[in-house]
């Protein structure tokens, strides 16, 4: 379970994150939603531990990111933006180095390769030097290293950016099998579409803060609107795209 309570960052005189409290539950997929400079990018990085805020704390199974950030991500797997993947190693090396990175033995980070590698349907390119790889092969190896080590919180940024169709629809996929093995996905992504079809709840932030929260269904009727798209662009009082 991951959990953020009151939540502020300012980066110069930006205020990214002014009061951010939000909670994802085990067992469900979680969206987080916002226009651009909503401050979603930053909430994610407080969480997973590369900023820290000014103000307030989150919680991942219980760990402070603030107090104990390098136990708090041993208890998540991270997805970033555009994830940079080491280009003269394998798919296969990729993965199995990020396994030796978390501890795991020779055996383990093998075998949890070669499990990864089926599961994501890599066994094409898995052997290839990673600077060749597609957008969707470089993604599904950056999401295997953050699975390697078996974790039970999921957190990904805009994940199906620059993907295709079919690697899209893999991905989701992954997302539900995760979800109903108990883990909690957490996920921002500007693609509504996706978020109506994967998300059990959804967290609505705009100019720093949260502005509702609740199932698909639940914000829509809050609304009024017949469609989560509408519901959003109420919510946050403009028309403009998502970030």
Do not use: W
Not at 164 to 176: H, I, Q, Y
């Amino acid at each position: 379970m991951i959990e953020a309570n009151n939540l502020r960052k300012h980066f110069g005189r930006v205020t990214a994150v002014r009061d951010v409290s939000l909670r994802a539950a085990d067992g469900r997929i979680t969206g987080l939603l916002g226009p651009n400079g909503a401050g979603k990018s930053t909430t994610l990085r407080i969480l997973y531990t590369v900023i820290a805020p000014e103000v307030g704390d989150a919680f991942i199974d219980g760990v402070s990111v603030v107090s104990q950030p390098l136990e708090a991500r041993r208890h998540m797997g991270v997805l970033p933006h555009n994830a940079g993947i080491y280009p003269h190693l394998s798919g296969r090396e990729n993965i199995a180095y990020f396994g030796a990175l978390h501890g795991l033995s020779r055996d383990e980070r093998r075998s949890r390769t070669v499990e990864l590698i089926s599961l994501l349907e890599m066994e094409e390119f898995a052997d290839r030097p990673a600077k060749g790889f597609s957008q969707g092969q470089r993604v599904k190896t950056a999401l295997a290293r953050a699975l390697i080590h078996r974790p039970r919180n999921v957190l990904l940024d805009e994940p199906t950016n620059g993907l295709d169709v079919m690697a899209v629809r893999s991905l989701r996929r992954l997302l539900r099998r995760l979800r109903d093995e108990g883990h909690c996905v957490l996920f921002s992504s500007h693609v509504m579409q996706e978020v109506g079809a994967l998300c059990d709840d959804v967290v609505v932030v705009a100019h720093g803060t949260v502005v509702a929260s609740g199932t698909p269904e639940e914000l829509r009727v809050r609304t009024g609107e017949s469609s989560l798209e509408d519901a959003f662009v109420r919510l946050i009082g403009t028309g403009e795209g998502l970030s």
